[in-house]
T-cell receptor, first 113, second 110 residues
């Protein structure tokens, strides 16, 4: 158990819908990262927050947004969902903002039908 | 810029050695190595921050050649538990964003 909690574990939704994925980082970790992993693909970096502020942005679609709350948990919002958005979404957390070990949650598997 | 990993996949017998390479077209600041078993979350192995740095983790070690902009992960006397997909993540100077390669699938057979 990495200490990072992601909910829900599985999500099935229709095209055009909007979903919210939630992540609770390890106790004491200030950074939260979101990654997308499609079938047999690598980890695509979406966005990073550090202590409530956006720190780095990857290839995150405009339909996607995220935020980190004062209690440091984070949410990833995916809207106008398309079939191609089906993937495993990982959240990771670390103590620092970059050059430190990151701990990954078990992921949320999103299936868009 | 996504780093390139090679090989894409490798099958070894238990006890054999493996080398996984990770190279970038841009100057690297750091290289992070993770292992992901099927259906599980990636697990941290090590970070290399300096050019020429080498690190070890039990029978798994890595090197970072800053001039060649590449890192190599060495798995010695592989065990069945080493099976999984290995990812390298790289960051460039002045940019903390970590970009992962597409992974190397390692299968260890008895």
């Amino acid at each position: 158990d990495s200490g990072v909690t992601q909910t829900p574990k599985h999500l099935i939704t229709a095209t055009g819908q909007r979903v919210t994925l939630r992540c609770s980082p390890r106790s004491g970790d200030l950074s939260v990262y979101w990654y997308q992993q499609s079938l047999d693909q690598g980890l695509q970096f979406l966005i990073q927050y550090y202590n409530g502020e956006e720190r780095a942005k990857g290839n995150i679609l405009e339909r996607f947004s995220a935020q980190q709350f004062p209690d440091l948990h984070s949410e990833l919002n995916l809207s106008s969902l398309e079939l191609g958005d089906s993937a495993l979404y990982f959240c990771a957390s670390s103590v620092g903002s970059g050059m430190t070990e990151a701990f990954f949650g078990q992921g949320t598997r999103l299936t868009v039908v | 810029q996504q780093p390139v990993q090679s090989p894409q996949a490798v099958i070894l017998r238990e006890g054999e050695d493996a080398v996984i390479n990770c190279s970038s077209s841009k100057a690297l600041y750091s290289v992070h190595w993770y292992r992901q078993k099927h259906g599980e979350a990636p697990v941290f192995l090590m970070i290399l921050l300096k050019g020429g740095e080498q690190k070890g983790h039990e029978k798994i070690s890595a090197s970072f050649n800053e001039k060649k902009q590449q890192s190599s992960l060495y798995l010695t006397a592989s065990q069945l538990s080493y099976s999984g997909t290995y990812f390298c993540g790289t960051s460039n100077f002045g940019n903390e964003k970590l970009t992962f390669g597409t992974g190397t699938r390692l299968t260890i057979i008895p």
